[in-house]
């Protein structure tokens, strides 16, 4: 039995397919299928980009409808309309917009990588608690 002075760590497994699984997962709430958005990006890294949620709507017309009223009073930020559960890239681009062949090629794009990414990063940590602990890599088949 570990001492309570000995530190846990939990290194996540099999990353590429939970991203898969939990890409999907929808959490639906009753007449909330669109929301307006409007997404400010500094294009720069280094400060942060923001966005102000507006609300959501039953559906595509409501939504539109009351994306076209608040352009119409603030007309100096895009207001955009997208629909709920759905990952949507920040900031969204024209093409992104117009085009739904590019949105989810891109949205996959953009999948993959995260999945890349933190699997990538739960293999450094392995490596390093390998290296601390004496193991190869070979015994835990890292690449």
Known sequence: MASSLEK????EEHIP???AEQWD????????QHCLMSIVDCEDPQKPSAIKVFGCYPSVDAANA???KI???CDFFHVYVCPTNAWVPVPPSPEFIENVQYQES???E???TFAALKDRKAQDVI???NKESGVSEEKYGLE
């Not at 997962?25 to 909330?32: A, G, I, K, R, W």
């Open 8 to 11: 846990q760590i939990h290194v």
């Open 17 to 19: 397919e939970r991203c």
């Open 25 to 32: 997962y929808q959490f639906p709430v009753v007449n909330q």
């Open 66 to 68: 009351a994306a076209a």
């Open 71 to 73: 352009s119409s009073e």
């Open 106 to 108: 891109r949205m996959r």
């Open 110 to 112: 953009i999948q993959e």
């Open 127 to 129: 490596r390093h608690l």
